[in-house]
């Protein structure tokens, strides 16, 4: 199975920006999505971004459209998370997987990397 290894997380004041890193150990299949997760402490992990590994449509949580952007490098093997506009519910730990559609969300599959901590506080 495809590992994978995310970076970048930190902390940040509010309207910050971080970009987030997930490194696979090998080819993504192309009939698979990349999605990150996120989950805040007490909450259920939830869904944040994905993308097409093959096509590159990507898919956004309400609560991030317009303030994240996902992208991947085939070349690399690796996805990306631009979040601008940081707020305080943005906080939790940031986990990236394969995934798929399911119904208006995405679902991931296979491991789970380790996750990387992402706090937005003043």
């Known amino acids: 199975q495809v590992q994978l290894v995310e970076s970048g997380g930190g902390l940040v004041q509010p309207g910050g920006s971080l970009r987030l890193s997930c490194a696979a150990s090998?080819?993504?299949?192309?009939?698979?999505?990349m999605g990150w997760f996120r989950q805040a402490p007490e909450k259920e992990r939830e869904f944040v971004a994905a993308?097409?590994?093959?096509?590159?449509?990507?898919y956004y949580a309400d609560s991030v459209k317009g303030r994240f952007l996902i992208s991947r490098d085939n070349a690399k093997n690796t996805m990306d998370l631009q979040m601008n506009g940081l707020q305080p519910g943005d906080t939790g730990v940031y986990y990236c997987?394969?995934?798929?559609?399911?119904?208006?969300?995405?679902?991931?599959?296979?491991?789970w990397g380790q996750g990387t901590q992402v706090t937005v506080a003043s």
């Open positions: 997987s394969q995934a798929l559609p399911n119904g208006n969300t995405w679902t991931h599959f296979g491991l």
């Open positions: 993308i097409w590994w093959r096509g590159g449509g990507t």
């Open positions: 090998g080819r993504p299949s192309s009939d698979y999505g």
